[in-house]
């Protein structure tokens, strides 16, 4: 043997993979765990204290949610007929749909409940008897009400509305507008702080009247959004935006329709604001537009087709399907195509007596956050 020659030992137990144990906390956290159905979220914080820790930790929640907020599948929360239940959003009628049974919250009957709007996997209902209000995630049952014994958060059908957002300092809020003894005010709700502050309202006196029905909110980009339709002759609709870094609501431009205004209701579509329009007589059609900037460009029209009923309507846009799902009080459920053309493009896909419902995602989100 050359006695420049080295022996080079190998040592057969040293390990050469990486473990999940080997990666850093935020990367495991932010890139990994993060991608995980909210379900899942639960069985892993059994693994250790550690982990117990970092998925139950404020950070690790809002990370979560704004994830799979925009990535994850949607589904249907509904209430009908002496149950609740989440399904997926498929409705083809040749498909067995795997419904999810909860319990309401506070052992409350089906019939009393009203859905008025879902946010982040936080759905706010009220009860038809006492009007009071509440946050819920039917995921983890966690359950909070927001109603006061001076009367504030507790919602009257057909002249109230609500939005739920989140404030730049990533808390939950909910805006309630309500109209009592002819004039309209507006309160906000801090879940944090479990309280509800008066707000300014516009001055007008003519969107304050008996005649005037308001949409429930729609959040997008720091404003919440408001259809205000006016019931009378000549039919007309006002777009309103309350901004949530300054708390003032203000009226905002609304597409340039023709003769009257029709119905309206508002839905977001790959980070775009959005709003379809049904035209009764004398031109049947449904138009949808689009949000760019202070102005609306007009992208999809059918004409001469008799349009469904929209004010009032939840609309979502199913990112699996690229269809838009209409929720009905009316008890109907049913999608717009926009790729079809004539009476095609809109049809009923699941009806039921007495459902009400709205688009969930399943986070992880608590009414106190």
């Given at each position: 043997?050359?006695?420049?020659?080295k022996i080079v030992r190998?040592n057969?137990?040293?390990r050469?993979?990486?473990?999940i144990?080997d990666l850093?906390?935020?990367i495991?956290s932010?890139?990994?765990?993060?991608?995980?159905p909210a379900?899942c979220i639960?069985?892993?914080?059994?693994v250790?204290k550690?982990?117990l820790?970092?998925?139950?930790?404020?950070?690790?929640?809002?990370?979560?949610?704004?994830?799979?907020?925009?990535?994850?599948?949607?589904?249907?929360f509904?209430?009908?007929?002496?149950?609740?239940?989440?399904?997926p959003?498929?409705?083809?009628?040749s498909?067995?749909l795997?419904?999810?049974l909860?319990?309401l919250p506070t052992n409350?009957?089906w019939?009393?409940?009203?859905?008025?709007?879902?946010?982040?996997?936080?759905?706010c209902?009220?009860?038809?008897?006492?009007?009071k209000?509440?946050l819920?995630?039917p995921?983890?049952?966690?359950t909070?009400?927001?109603?006061?014994?001076?009367?504030?958060?507790?919602?009257?059908?057909?002249?109230?509305?609500?939005?739920?957002y989140?404030?730049?300092s990533?808390?939950?809020?909910?805006l309630?507008?309500k109209r009592?003894?002819?004039?309209?005010?507006?309160?906000?709700?801090?879940?944090?702080?479990?309280s509800?502050?008066?707000?300014?309202?516009?001055d007008?006196q003519?969107?304050?009247?008996y005649?005037m029905?308001?949409?429930?909110?729609?959040?997008?980009?720091g404003v919440?959004?408001?259809?205000?339709k006016v019931?009378?002759?000549g039919?007309?609709?006002?777009?309103?935006?309350?901004?949530?870094?300054?708390?003032?609501?203000k009226?905002?431009?609304?597409?340039?329709?023709t003769?009257?205004d029709?119905?309206?209701?508002?839905v977001?579509?790959r980070?775009?604001?959005?709003?379809?329009?049904?035209?009764?007589?004398?031109?049947?059609?449904?138009?949808?537009?689009?949000?760019?900037g202070e102005?609306?460009?007009?992208?999809w029209?059918r004409?001469?087709?008799?349009?469904?009923?929209?004010?009032?309507r939840t609309?979502?846009?199913?990112?699996?399907?690229?269809?838009?799902l209409?929720?009905?009080?009316?008890?109907?459920?049913?999608e717009?195509?926009?790729?079809k053309n004539g009476?095609?493009?809109?049809?009923?896909?699941?009806?039921e007596?007495?459902?009400q419902g709205?688009?969930?995602?399943?986070?992880l989100?608590?009414?106190?956050?």
């Amino acid at each position: 043997m050359n006695p420049s020659t080295k022996i080079v030992r190998i040592n057969v137990n040293v390990r050469l993979t990486t473990s999940i144990d080997d990666l850093p906390t935020d990367i495991l956290s932010s890139e990994i765990l993060v991608r995980l159905p909210a379900k899942c979220i639960g069985v892993y914080r059994t693994v250790s204290k550690q982990w117990l820790s970092l998925l139950s930790s404020k950070k690790f929640i809002l990370l979560h949610c704004r994830h799979i907020s925009t990535s994850y599948k949607q589904m249907f929360f509904s209430v009908a007929l002496f149950q609740s239940s989440v399904f997926p959003i498929t409705f083809d009628p040749s498909d067995y749909l795997p419904k999810t049974l909860i319990p309401l919250p506070t052992n409350t009957y089906w019939y009393d409940v009203l859905v008025l709007t879902s946010f982040d996997g936080l759905v706010c209902l009220s009860f038809r008897e006492t009007q009071k209000m509440i946050l819920w995630n039917p995921l983890t049952h966690a359950t909070k009400f927001v109603s006061s014994t001076l009367s504030r958060g507790r919602f009257k059908q057909k002249t109230d509305a609500v939005g739920l957002y989140v404030s730049p300092s990533n808390e939950y809020m909910l805006l309630h507008a309500k109209r009592r003894n002819g004039s309209m005010k507006l309160y906000k709700y801090s879940s944090r702080c479990d309280s509800w502050r008066k707000m300014g309202f516009v001055d007008e006196q003519k969107y304050h009247n008996y005649k005037m029905s308001w949409s429930n909110g729609t959040f997008f980009q720091g404003v919440v959004y408001f259809i205000v339709k006016v019931d009378a002759a000549g039919m007309r609709n006002y777009l309103f935006g309350f901004h949530v870094d300054s708390d003032e609501l203000k009226s905002k431009p609304k597409p340039a329709t023709t003769n009257h205004d029709g119905d309206g209701s508002l839905v977001v579509v790959r980070n775009q604001l959005h709003m379809f329009v049904a035209n009764s007589l004398p031109n049947w059609s449904l138009h949808l537009w689009r949000m760019d900037g202070e102005n609306w460009t007009k992208i999809w029209v059918r004409q001469n087709i008799l349009p469904p009923s929209l004010f009032g309507r939840t609309i979502t846009y199913v990112v699996s399907t690229g269809k838009f799902l209409v929720v009905s009080r009316s008890g109907t459920v049913f999608e717009i195509d926009t790729t079809k053309n004539g009476i095609e493009c809109y049809y009923p896909v699941f009806s039921e007596r007495s459902i009400q419902g709205a688009v969930y995602t399943e986070t992880l989100m608590s009414p106190d956050f």
